[in-house]
Nanobody
Framework: QVQLVESGGGLVQAGGSLRLSCAASGRTFSNYAWGWYRQAPGKERDMVATITTADGSTNYADSVQGRFTISRDHDKDTVYLQMNSLKPEDTAVYYC?????????????WGQGTQVTVSS
């Protein structure tokens, strides 16, 4: 089992910045990827950004490209999401994701979620 603890959400004005953190503990794996997802009220949970642990390659949703940056600290087993130039449409609950890859399938672990509210 992997436990994920998120921090860093809150209320910010449009144009402001926030930094989310997610620390993993428990069992360790060698082949996994980190991700941040978000879910607004009445909507599905969508991918925001992902980063692999193998080579650090990243992927972003079009809506956050150029504004958000995902990064990781391997020694601390922690992932971060730096969010700049925030917009009201970024308001959502943000979830940390830890995806463990097997031979042909994967297993997801999720953080508890942290609320991000951007006021106009």
């Amino acid at each position: 089992q992997v436990q994920l603890v998120e921090s860093g959400g809150g209320l910010v004005q449009a144009g402001g910045s926030l930094r989310l953190s997610c620390a993993a503990s428990g069992r360790t794996f060698s082949n996994y990827a980190w991700g941040w997802y978000r879910q607004a009220p009445g909507k599905e949970r969508d991918m925001v950004a992902t980063i692999t642990t193998a080579d650090g390659s990243t992927n972003y949703a079009d809506s956050v490209q150029g504004r958000f940056t995902i990064s990781r600290d391997h020694d601390k087993d922690t992932v971060y999401l730096q969010m700049n130039s925030l917009k009201p449409e970024d308001t959502a609950v943000y979830y940390c994701n830890y995806r463990v890859w097997g031979t042909i399938e994967y297993h997801d672990y999720w953080g508890q979620g942290t609320q991000v509210t951007v006021s106009s």
